[in-house]
Every structure is written in structure tokens, then in C-alpha cells.
């Protein structure tokens, strides 16, 4: 058996595969996120530990045996998160997140002092990155800042936790802005403008590399036998790529979480930083992925629903659909966290336009379902002016369990769009399958094979022309408001 864990930014999931990879036993903790300053989104690192503990045990309730037969443990998580420990290892703050915008005059700061460092890093500098925590922390808690000895990473704190390892690996490290992404190495360049030291700084692996065992307390907790073995792992979009199998050049899919993502896999490093595109390390040696990245994907319809007093998302989804004859009369920014690809704008905000005495919720919601859906068909045109394409999207994440929803991101997106069976579980699936790699040695061809396609959707052309009015509103609405979102 092999357990995948993945520390997301609204729950721990947990599951367990066999030697098919076939899915055993699976759960999600819920975890919450704290947002104590405009622009601000911290957690507790010993929030995702606790939930971590909660869900294996969850896991061990249901299914003892498979449990107690846990071979190897892989690890995902969000990217990011700037997780600072003190002399005794323990938290010196909650850790910021990588949708947390406070860092913006930090990341003009690193590029005064280091133009090149988006050729080299994969991307443009951004304040969801690591680096620029570090500097906005070292201004405005400098007495937190000289306790940091370690610094970690969401899922490497838990990697922490279950064996005592300070590691890394390369995919999750690619979105610190410390990682030389085509030599797959620190810059310690980078690290030295943070005001840091090498020693603060985790050791570099690979994500299917072995980086310790359980500790022998928690093997006992469990019941189960002998050395259990840690993989690297990976942040949650390249996991999310080795569940689905994304691993040859051009392979790719749209992940529906949390926050959105368009990833395609490379075989070489390609930067792109003038498109805002991230072009990083992947979880398996000498790859790559280019990624077009949104902040905001399903929360927006989460959020949405909660406002509206809406408990039953199938049942409004289903509403939804069956008032949805054309485009909505008005246009939503989903902008409610900022955005990275293709505005750079942690400022931004969210924006109903349009609204009127006689607008429905269900009218409302549509609208976000299609402010998503045109904040993706705007990622996808940084990706085509890079001269990446995937011809085959699969999609992932909790988004992807609506089919309506998909059927609106692939008419406007003018793109098919594949349905597979288990999406929900991308990256704790593809972090089960780094643990099987690690502990096999076994080819990465082998073992990340593609999920059943469930159903390829195709766009429908009349709906596809009908939004691109709709589209170039959108756009022209981000323009007219891009300066008015810049805090006083």
C-alpha cells in the first residue's frame, strides 16, 4: 500500500492505493484560513499536523489492515507557504500562504536588486512567492525574522513532523524564487538578497527520491511494520500532474481547486516570465512544466453559494444549468484573491458588473461559473503566445465533479476538455504514486499512467461565438478597474 498526503489550503486528504493504484481508503480534514489584514491569508503549520494526524487515523478506522500494510508515504501540498521555524523547531508565526499579496513592494525590491531573477527562477516575481515574505518579514518582524533557523515549505513541515527530515524537492522548491530552475539547484544569489543563509534552507531531493522514514512512534500509532519510507513528493500542481499522468511533453490538464491552474508538461526548461507564466522544476527528474496560474478557481463558486445562503451546491448547480439558455446579462472578475497569470495584480478583487433589480441567484451564479471560465480562456492565451499547447486538457480538482461547469469552460475556452474518473484526487493520488516510485525504482512511464477518460466534452462552436462578446467585456472591464483596485 501506498499513502498520499496532500496539505491543501481547505483541507488535508489523505489516501491510500494498492498495488494497481487502485484507491483503498480516502479522506479530507477541512482546514481554515485566517485572514487578519486586508491581503493577508495565514495558517497554523500545527493546524495542517493536526489534521494530518486526524485523517491517517480516519484512514486507519476504515481500513486497519491497509493501513497497517502502508509501504511508502508521498507528500503534497500548497506551494509557497512560507512556514518559519525558531532554534526548538517550532512555528515563530502563522504561515503565509501563497495567495497572501502583502509582499508587493518586496517583489520590486528583489528585482532591483536581481533583474535576471525570473530567467532564472521560471517565472516573473510575484508576493505569493517565498522570497518576497521574507523581506516584507525582515522590515516588519524583525524580531520574528532573527529567530528563523528553518524554513519550510507547507508539505515539508508535515514531512517534518511525520520523520524529522528538513527537505525539500524540486517541484515544490521551484516556487520559492530561490530555485535555478534549469540546473535544478539554489541560487544562493537569490537566497543571499532574502538576507539568508544557506543553512537556513532545506536540502534539495527529488520528488520519487527516498527522504526518510516514519518515525517509529507514529509506525506503532498505525500498526504498521518495519521502515516506512517518505518520498520527496511534490507541490500540488506537479502531483496533480503525476496522477493524471502528465509527464510527456505537451501532456497537460486545468486543475478546478482551490485556486486554477493550466499545466502542460516539458521536456526542457522554457521560461516565459514576460507572460507570466511559471516554468518549474517537475516532481520526476529532468522535467518540467510550463503553468499558467489563476488564484481563484472553485472557492469563487464556494464563496458564492455561502453568500448567497446556498448549503447544496449540486442542487444549485442543477438550478443553474436549467435556467442557463444564453450568456449572463452580467460579468463577474474572480478576482476575489488577486491574480498571477496573466495580471500580476495581488490588489485585484472580485466584481459583479451588471447587476439589476431583477437578477436572480441563479443568474449571479452563472456568472461566476463564466468569470472563471474567462479568467482561464485568458491564461490559455499567455500559454499559446509562449507556443505551448496540451490537445487534450484532462480536468482535475473539486470543480471538475460538475460536468456543466466543464461544458462552460470548454465552449468559452474553445478547447475539449476530458472528464476523468476520480479527478476530485489529483495530487494526493500522484503523491501515492511518487511514494510507489520511490520505494519500487521503478520507470515513471510505468507507474503515471493517464486515468480512464471518462468522457471527452467538446466545445459547442454557436455557444463559443456568442461569449466572445461577452470575453472582450471582461477583459475591458479588468482594464477600466486594474488601477482602481491599488489600496490608498
Not at 489523505?14 to 493504484?21: C, P, R, Y
Not at 517541484?171 to 530561490?178: E, I, N, R
Not at 496533480?240 to 499522468?245: D, P, R, S
Request: charged fraction near 20%.
Amino acid at each position: 500500500m501506498y499513502l498520499g498526503i496532500d496539505v491543501g489550503t481547505s483541507a488535508v486528504k489523505a489516501l491510500l492505493i494498492d498495488e494497481h493504484s487502485a484507491t483503498v481508503a480516502e479522506t479530507d480534514i477541512p482546514l481554515s484560513v485566517s485572514n487578519p489584514h486586508p491581503f493577508w491569508s495565514e495558517q497554523n503549520p500545527d493546524d495542517w499536523w493536526d489534521a494530518t494526524l486526524r485523517a491517517i487515523d480516519a484512514l486507519h478506522h476504515q481500513n486497519p489492515g491497509a493501513v497497517a500494510a502502508t509501504r511508502a508515504i508521498g507528500l503534497s501540498g500548497q506551494m509557497h507557504g512560507a512556514t518559519l521555524l525558531d532554534e526548538n523547531d517550532k512555528p515563530l508565526r502563522p504561515a503565509i500562504l501563497w495567495n497572501d499579496g502583502r509582499a508587493k513592494a518586496e517583489c520590486d525590491k528583489l528585482d532591483a536588486m536581481l533583474p535576471d531573477l525570473g530567467t532564472r527562477a521560471g517565472v516573473a516575481t510575484m508576493p505569493g512567492m517565498t522570497a518576497p515574505k521574507m523581506l516584507w518579514l525582515q522590515k516588519h518582524e524583525p524580531d520574528i525574522f532573527a529567530k528563523v533557523r528553518t524554513i519550510l515549505l507547507p508539505k515539508d513541515y508535515i514531512r517534518f513532523c511525520l520523520s524529522g527530515d528538513k527537505v525539500t524537492e524540486m517541484s515544490d522548491a521551484a516556487g520559492t524564487l530561490w530555485l535555478e530552475e534549469e540546473s535544478r539547484s539554489w541560487n544562493r544569489a537569490a537566497i543571499d538578497a532574502c538576507g539568508l543563509s544557506m543553512d537556513q534552507i532545506p536540502e534539495l531531493v527529488e520528488g520519487s527520491d527516498i527522504t526518510g522514514t516514519l518515525r517509529a512512534e507514529l509506525v506503532k500509532r498505525w500498526g504498521m511494520k518495519g521502515d516506512v519510507i517518505i518520498a520527496g513528493g511534490g507541490g500540488d500542481a506537479a502531483t496533480g500532474g503525476i496522477g493524471v499522468g502528465a509527464v510527456s511533453h505537451g501532456d497537460g490538464f486545468i486543475s478546478l481547486g482551490t485556486s486554477s491552474q493550466i499545466f502542460v508538461a516539458s521536456d526542457k526548461y522554457r521560461p516565459k516570465p514576460e507572460e507570466l507564466l511559471h516554468s518549474f522544476t517537475h516532481a520526476i527528474p529532468a522535467h518540467w512544466f510550463q503553468m499558467a496560474v489563476l488564484l481563484n478557481g472553485a472557492s469563487c463558486l464556494q464563496w458564492a453559494a455561502k453568500l448567497l445562503g446556498e448549503s447544496d451546491i449540486g442542487g444549485l448547480l442543477k438550478r443553474v444549468e436549467a435556467q442557463h439558455h444564453k450568456p449572463a446579462d452580467i460579468v463577474f472578475l474572480p478576482y476575489l484573491n488577486g491574480e498571477r497569470t496573466p495580471h500580476n495584480n495581488p490588489y485585484a478583487r472580485g466584481v459583479f458588473f451588471g447587476l439589476g433589480s431583477d437578477t436572480s441567484r441563479e443568474a449571479m451564479v452563472q456568472s461566476v461559473l463564466e468569470g472563471v471560465a474567462f479568467a482561464l480562456s485568458d491564461a490559455q492565451s499567455r500559454l499559446h503566445a509562449a507556443g505551448t499547447r496540451c490537445a487534450l486538457p484532462g480536468v482535475i480538482g473539486g470543480g471538475a465533479r460538475s460536468r456543466y461547469w466543464i461544458q462552460l469552460i470548454s465552449d468559452i475556452m474553445g478547447t475539449p476538455l476530458a472528464r476523468y474518473e476520480g479527478a476530485a484526487k489529483g495530487p494526493a493520488f500522484g503523491a501515492a504514486r511518487l511514494a510507489r516510485l520511490a520505494l519500487t525504482q521503478e520507470a515513471v512511464e510505468d507507474v503515471c499512467l493517464k486515468p480512464v477518460i471518462e468522457e471527452i466534452i467538446e466545445p459547442d462552436t454557436s455557444r463559443h461565438a456568442s461569449y466572445q462578446p461577452r470575453f472582450a467585456k471582461f477583459r475591458r472591464l479588468y482594464n477600466a478597474l486594474a488601477d482602481e483596485f491599488t489600496p490608498d
